[in-house]
């Protein structure tokens, strides 16, 4: 299989309403009737045109709709009285600029994946929506990377981070074929790339095959390829703004500068700034009020001190601008592919609201009058 067939279809649809809620279930389902309730949704999912996820396990559901807003709101009226569940509460609703598991009619996944690992934790509860909310994202993450994995037939990514490894930080550009194609032409896997790529080298680097200046010049060999290759070609529509601060004293950018132009590419402004010092912020901040702020701590993950810092910088400007939505990111937060969906769902979902009780024949009109308007 060519990389570039191994890309999810594109698709021109545009105006996708998004959806995801997170309820208590009044009971455990068993997996018979999980099954029931995974065939039963998707098949009048296909019919209407919706697709998804639904998570499910200690306790609770979490479900992610897209699809025509009329559906996706008529779909939550039904879904919101179903007496399986109790407690919905809406954690945003909105549109979105592609759909995130357009092949899943709705895929119903259990608390762990195949191999074991984690997907759904218990949800934070009560008041604490933003906690909720960044555990709910995670969750939804780790569902697009099955999904990813299912619809590509394996990790492709991997095996070509394990092929261009040794070269990038060995061999010099010369031993380095030029990039696939999919890499020039795709900002969502040249993220996937760059953080499977990362995590070889910070493990070469742990079991001592690389030193740290192996490690430095491939990053910077990684970013002249991908310089050369030029800036991405994906569609763009307007999703809004975001500040992107890497801390000073950084030992290294490549995953932020990659972030950069993948946010880029989904249609997000950005304003990127290297070596940010908290003494000569202020005006970025004025100028950009309102804004996300995201804080990169580092991809590698070699230099402790780089998580560090990008905390101490998130923690001065929780504490200088308080109400200001500041996200510090790096390798525990998740792939680097994923984060313009993250960023979307974190900043729409600052305010869950109670499904029970909604009207959502109303919101349908509402979202059908005023595409591209944000709901929180
Ligand atoms: C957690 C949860 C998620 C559900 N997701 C869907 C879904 O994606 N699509 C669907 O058609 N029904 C879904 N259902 C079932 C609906 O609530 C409802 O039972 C079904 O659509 C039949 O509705 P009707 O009896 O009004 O025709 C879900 C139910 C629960 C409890």
Same mark, same amino acid.
């Given at each position: 299989?060519?990389?570039?067939?191994?890309l999810?279809?594109r698709?021109?649809?545009?105006?996708?309403?998004?959806?995801?809620?997170?309820? %208590?279930?009044? +009971?455990?389902?068993?997996?018979? #009737?999980?099954e029931? !309730?995974?065939?039963a949704s998707? &098949? =009048?999912? *296909?019919?209407r045109?919706?697709?998804?996820?639904?998570?499910?396990?200690?306790?609770?559901?979490?479900?992610?709709?897209e699809?025509?807003?009329?559906?996706?709101?008529?779909?939550?009226? %039904?879904?919101? +009285?179903?007496?399986?569940?109790? #407690?919905?509460a809406? !954690?945003?609703?909105?549109w979105? &600029? =592609?759909? *995130?598991?357009?092949?899943w009619?709705?895929?119903?996944?259990?608390?762990?994946?195949?191999?074991?690992?984690?997907?759904?934790?218990p949800?934070?509860?009560?008041d604490?929506?933003?906690?909720r909310?960044?555990?709910?994202?995670?969750?939804?993450?780790a569902?697009?990377?099955?999904?990813?994995?299912? &619809?590509?037939?394996?990790?492709?990514?991997?095996?070509?981070?394990?092929?261009?490894v040794?070269?990038l930080?060995?061999?010099?550009?010369?031993?380095?074929?030029?990039?696939?194609?999919?890499?020039?032409?795709?900002?969502?896997?040249?993220?996937?790339f760059t953080?499977?790529?990362c995590?070889?080298?910070?493990?070469?680097?742990?079991?001592d095959?690389?030193?740290?200046?192996?490690?430095?010049?491939?990053?910077?060999?990684?970013?002249?390829?991908?310089?050369?290759?030029?800036?991405?070609?994906?569609?763009?529509?307007?999703?809004?703004?975001?500040?992107?601060?890497?801390p000073?004293?950084?030992?290294e950018?490549?995953?932020?500068?990659?972030?950069?132009?993948?946010?880029?590419?989904?249609?997000?402004?950005?304003?990127?700034?290297?070596a940010?010092?908290?003494?000569?912020?202020?005006?970025?901040?004025?100028?950009?009020e309102?804004?996300?702020?995201?804080?990169?701590?580092?991809?590698?993950?070699i230099?402790?001190?780089?998580?560090?810092?990008?905390?101490?910088l998130?923690?001065?400007?929780?504490?200088?601008?308080?109400?200001?939505?500041?996200?510090?990111?790096?390798?525990?937060?998740?792939?680097?592919?994923?984060?313009?969906?993250?960023?979307?769902?974190?900043?729409?979902?600052?305010?869950?609201?109670?499904?029970?009780?909604?009207?959502?024949?109303?919101?349908?009109?509402?979202?059908?009058?005023?595409?591209?308007?944000?709901?929180?």
């Amino acid at each position: 299989m060519l990389l570039s067939e191994a890309l999810p279809a594109r698709t021109d649809e545009t105006n996708v309403f998004r959806l995801a809620y997170v309820s %208590r279930a009044r +009971r455990a389902l068993t997996r018979p #009737e999980a099954e029931a !309730l995974a065939v039963a949704s998707a &098949g =009048q999912n *296909r019919e209407r045109g919706v697709s998804g996820v639904l998570l499910h396990g200690h306790g609770l559901f979490l479900q992610w709709l897209e699809g025509p807003a009329a559906e996706v709101c008529d779909l939550m009226a %039904r879904i919101e +009285r179903d007496p399986r569940h109790e #407690e919905v509460a809406v !954690l945003c609703a909105g549109w979105i &600029g =592609q759909r *995130r598991f357009s092949d899943w009619s709705m895929r119903v996944i259990g608390p762990t994946g195949s191999d074991g690992a984690a997907i759904l934790v218990p949800l934070a509860g009560g008041d604490r929506g933003r906690t909720r909310a960044a555990q709910a994202a995670r969750a939804f993450d780790a569902a697009a990377r099955l999904y990813l994995a299912d &619809g590509l037939g394996g990790p492709i990514w991997e095996d070509l981070a394990a092929d261009l490894v040794q070269p990038l930080a060995k061999g010099g550009e010369a031993a380095l074929a030029p990039l696939p194609e999919v890499l020039l032409t795709s900002p969502r896997a040249r993220a996937a790339f760059t953080d499977a790529l990362c995590r070889m080298l910070a493990q070469g680097w742990t079991e001592d095959r690389f030193t740290g200046l192996d490690v430095a010049l491939a990053s910077v060999r990684l970013n002249r390829l991908l310089l050369r290759a030029g800036r991405s070609c994906e569609p763009i529509q307007s999703r809004g703004a975001v500040v992107l601060l890497v801390p000073e004293n950084a030992t290294e950018i490549i995953g932020a500068m990659v972030k950069a132009d993948l946010l880029r590419a989904s249609g997000y402004s950005v304003k990127f700034l290297p070596a940010a010092q908290t003494r000569t912020l202020a005006p970025v901040l004025d100028a950009t009020e309102g804004c996300p702020v995201m804080v990169y701590g580092g991809r590698l993950g070699i230099d402790a001190g780089d998580a560090r810092r990008a905390r101490a910088l998130g923690a001065w400007l929780a504490g200088e601008r308080p109400g200001r939505t500041v996200l510090t990111c790096g390798r525990a937060t998740g792939a680097l592919s994923e984060w313009p969906d993250r960023l979307e769902f974190l900043t729409q979902a600052r305010a869950p609201f109670a499904g029970r009780g909604v009207d959502w024949s109303a919101v349908a009109a509402l979202a059908a009058a005023r595409p591209g308007a944000r709901m929180h």
